[in-house]
Every structure is written in C-alpha cells, then in structure tokens.
C-alpha cells in the first residue's frame, strides 16, 4: 500500500494501493471484512477515520501525468462498509490535512496555494450534515516564506 494507513480505536483500518493501471484503490478492514473499490483520483493527500470510527474522510487529487499540475481535488467521506459521497470537488486548492471535530460534525480542511507570489495556508470547517465548506468559519494565514503547521488538533 501507499501513504500511511489509518486505524480507528476499535481497529478498523483504511489503506490506498493502486491497481495495474494505476487506479487508486481504496481498502477498509474490520476484522475479518475486507472492502476494496476505486475512488477518484491518482494520489492520496490525507485521509482521517471520525471520532466514532463509522466515517472516513479522504482527500485526493487528480494530477497531470504530463506535468504533475494538479487539476482538480476531491473530499470523499466514506461511510463503512461502503457508502462513498464526494460532497467538494476543488479546482484552486489541494486539501492538505483533514482534521475532525471532537463532536464528528466538522472537518477542519487546511489547504495550501499560491497567491501573488506568497505562500497562503487556508483554514476552512466543513460541515458533515450540510455537506458543504463554511468558509466563513475559516482564515488564512499568508507569507513570502513556505509555512509549515503541524500538529492541528480540536479543543474539545
């Protein structure tokens, strides 16, 4: 498999391979159940299981094989065993870090692009019930220089 797994507290666990002709293959695990099918996509950004473990929520992009551009990213959330909805597609901004609310009602999305020559980190809170962005619930930060942040975590 590719990237880092992801595991829940009760031990369900998620992975991405990618199959002969290279398309990403998405793989859920609980005991011995195991899910395979293809999501959108030919490389894994980030992916995070819900606090209750029921909803794992990925994000891809769709690169250019000629130039390695990004053309466009997907949030997927994926309900176990297989219930897979793809609420945003983005075309400016790559989904980075997908960081889930205490409570499993919000995402944290944090994104990075280039504006006027500056690094921009953007924050934005995605709503699990609406299935849609609440940008404003979000801020950016911006620098000339390349800003690094990490960890990101919820106070509960």
Known sequence: FTGQPAFTADGKMAFITYDAEHKTQLTLVNGEKNYTFSIPGNRLVDM??????????????????????????????VTFPINVDIPVTYTDVVPEHLVWSPDGKSILTISRNMVDGRYQVNFVVFD???????????????SEKYLFIEPIFWLP
């Open 128 to 142: 699990i019930d609406k299935r849609r962005e609440l940008p404003a619930s979000g801020f950016s930060l911006t």
């Open 48 to 77: 995070s299981w819900s606090p209750d473990g029921n909803t794992l929520a990925v994000s891809t992009s769709k690169a250019s094989d000629y130039s390695g551009r990004v053309l466009e990213s997907k949030l997927i959330l």
